[in-house]
């Protein structure tokens, strides 16, 4: 490299360094600095490491900036995955331009997300073209794509305002892995996707999240070539989410979706290339009609089941049908292939779907399948997918990080350690390492530099029964209720079922109507997520009831969000049928799952729920924890000290004095 060297990672963080000079209120802090070296250092010894970065740590400069020097001194081609879309957009349009700008440094940059993002302009024409739409709003709305994609350099559709999160049209203009007809596509010179991937291939750094990292890693898609370019660094944060999203990744799944697709792309490509064919038309009904009948068989939508408890021969009976069926449209297809390249790609698809219903139902009387993957069924309002997962991904995902160029890989979260089980041994790394792997990678615990002795409370109700007890949810709402009432800025109430919080919805509801108490109530569901989070910031003083996916991501600070509740210990329902083969599969090999498994899972979950309070210096605020198991049973000792050190009260006055100031 040509270009001049940086100054030291001490010097850049330093009070007069350029990160100083460059960004307002800029200030040195000794826990940013020590990950920035860290990281330095990882990167010239070809390390792997993982840092648990406390909230306020300033851990994306803290990785950013030591990557970025590499690949100015030596050429270093970095990734950085990140959990979410959201988070993706935040590092690539902000943190990243910034600090290149701070540092007088223009590396190529490129933001990659999963293709389901982008526009596919073929797939955009071939519905427009099919005039079949349910409704005049959906052919609108399809037109309105069609206009902003004139407008689009990008093609990115999450900024494209026509086109709703939860709209259906989605999946009539963006393609899969299954329908995109890659190097064959009439449309491909000016495919978005080929070109974000080209884009991401020459650049020197590149955002992406962990669902592409994972697939490319993992799938390694065909039709593209490669997916990622060859990388030095790869920096992963919010890294306590990649263990369960790669679970997903190295297992097996047929879904009734990917079916239903393969059907309507049939019959589209059916109307222009094979008209006078009538019975593919009619062959794909049937397999419609064979997939509808599972459907109806799996029963209520929203449930996750064993296979084990699922599995009949009425179930066996469907399933031979719709493998009947899909072979009967996999050679209906197999005779139009030539027709175009639609028909030909179609049947691949209905191949690969047949294929997998094979493979499914060969692997299912496997002993050493049983032992060490599982089995079940979602269930979706109008669909479900079969998925197998294996029990341990630690060796797959450790071949895969082997098989990629990087030497240096970075496992950075707030949330990745848990208390030991002796005082002596303060941080522990060992469930999260296990889980993927990473034996050999270096540790660093850096505490958060906020004083929450002084800025937080930790309150635990006196006298709640156990969770299991019936009454627990009246008596846990009895108790926080009037700290709610009592708290001049805003509560965020997390809860670990949806059906404790539509509970304490409505008691609250009739509790406000009759006292008069004037609070909003916002609920998760009732709108997306980012609305229902901004009306909370904005109101100031209102209370927001959420569960799980609350628990992480939220960042509202001020007297907006000044106090949070959570009803009980975040424990993963044992029935889950992950969790429920893992708990068996570790008593089998004599391990105690309870603490090798549930507890430390449980800590990292609070752990992040608890982090929504204090979010930066001049924040305040109290977290109730609702769970007599805190005190009453000894592992309650590990999940009080893998929080940050608060003063604890159990006193309700203390709380209430406590929030009162607050506004003062
Ligand atoms: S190459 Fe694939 S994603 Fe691109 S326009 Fe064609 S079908 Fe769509």
New binding site residues.
């Given amino acids: 490299m040509s270009q001049s060297d940086l100054p030291d990672i001490p010097q850049l963080f330093s009070s007069d360094g350029l990160l100083a000079q460059a960004f307002t209120g800029f200030i040195q802090r000794d826990e940013q600095l020590s990950m920035a070296q860290t990281i330095a250092q990882a990167i010239e010894q070809q390390q792997s490491v993982c840092i648990e970065a406390g909230t306020g740590t300033g851990k994306t400069f803290a990785y950013l900036v030591p990557a970025l020097k590499s690949w100015q001194e030596h050429d270093k081609k970095i990734i950085v995955s990140t959990g979410t879309k959201n988070l993706q957009d935040q590092l690539f349009f902000r943190d990243l331009p910034n600090i290149c700008q701070a540092l007088s440094i223009s590396p190529k940059t490129a933001l990659l997300k999963g ?1 389901n993002n ?1 526009l ?4 955009l024409e071939q519905s427009l073209g099919s005039g079949r739409f349910q409704s005049r709003s959906m052919l609108d709305t399809l037109q309105r794509v069609k206009e902003w994609s004139s407008q689009t350099s990008s093609g990115d559709l999450t900024q494209c305002s026509d086109l709703g999160d939860n709209d259906p049209l989605w999946s009539y203009v ?2 899969t892995n299954e ?5 064959d ?4 010179d ?5 070109k974000a991937r080209q884009k991401a291939i020459d650049a020197d750094v590149v955002v992406v999240n962990h669902h592409l990292l994972l697939a490319d890693m993992v799938l390694k898609e065909d ?1 593209f070539g490669e997916l990622l370019p060859d990388a030095d660094l790869v920096m992963v944060d919010e890294a306590h989410q990649l263990a369960d999203i790669a679970h997903s990744f190295y297992g097996r799944r047929f879904t009734s979706r990917q079916v239903m697709e393969l059907c309507r792309d049939t019959e589209l490509e059916a109307m222009t290339t094979a008209k006078d064919d009538r019975q593919l038309t009619v062959t794909t009904r049937r397999v419609e009609g064979a997939i509808n009948e599972i459907r109806l068989l799996f029963g209520e939508s929203g449930k996750k089941t064993n296979w084990n408890q699922i599995a009949s021969p009425k179930l066996q009976k469907l399933l031979l049908e719709l493998k009947a069926e899909l072979k009967s449209l996999s050679n209906r297809l197999e005779m139009n292939a030539s027709r175009s390249k639609g028909l030909d790609s179609c049947h691949r698809r209905a191949v690969d779907a047949l294929q997998t219903l094979v493979l499914f139902d060969e692997q299912k009387d496997k002993p050493s399948q049983q032992e060490s993957a599982v089995r079940w069924v979602e269930t979706y309002r109008q669909g479900f997918a079969i998925i197998e997962t294996p029990l341990d991904i630690a060796e797959a995902f450790e071949q895969s990080r082997n098989e990629q160029a990087a030497h240096t890989w970075l496992f950075t979260s707030a949330t990745i350690s848990q208390a030991g089980e002796s005082e002596a041994q303060q941080n522990d790394f060992s469930h999260f390492k296990e889980k993927l792997g990473l034996h050999q990678a270096k540790e660093l615990v850096l505490n958060s530099p906020f004083d929450y002795q002084k800025q937080a409370l930790l309150h635990i109700p006196r006298g709640l029964p156990d969770p299991r007890d019936r009454q627990y949810i009246e008596k846990w709402q009895e108790q926080v209720l009037p700290i709610v009432q009592a708290n001049p800025g805003g509560t965020f109430v997390l809860f670990t079922s949806y059906f404790a919080m539509h509970k304490v919805k409505d008691l609250w509801q009739q509790a406000g109507q009759e006292a008069g108490f004037d609070r909003q109530l916002l609920v998760q569901g009732e709108k997306p997520k980012n609305e229902l989070i901004e009306d909370f910031r904005e109101q100031g003083n209102a209370i927001l009831l959420a569960t799980s996916s609350f628990w992480e991501g939220v960042d509202v600070k001020g007297l907006a969000l000044s106090c949070v509740i959570i009803d009980k210990l975040p424990f993963t329902a044992p029935d889950e049928p992950l969790i429920e083969a893992k708990i068996q599969h570790m008593r089998k090999s004599g391990k105690n799952p309870f603490f090798d498994l549930q507890i430390p899972e449980a800590i990292i979950a609070l752990k992040q729920g608890a982090g929504r309070l204090i979010r930066d210096a001049q924040d305040k605020g109290v977290l109730v924890l609702c769970d007599p198991r805190l005190i009453a049973n000894h592992y309650g000792k590990r999940f009080l000290q893998s929080l940050p050190p608060m003063p604890r009260t159990r006193e309700q006055q203390v709380v209430i004095n406590f929030l009162q100031n607050l506004s003062e």
Wanted: proline residues 4%; neutral net charge; charged residues 15%.
């Fill in positions: 293709r982008y596919c302009e073929y797939r963006t393609s329908n995109c007809l890659g190097g596509c009439p449309l491909y000016e495919c978005y996707v080929a039709g």
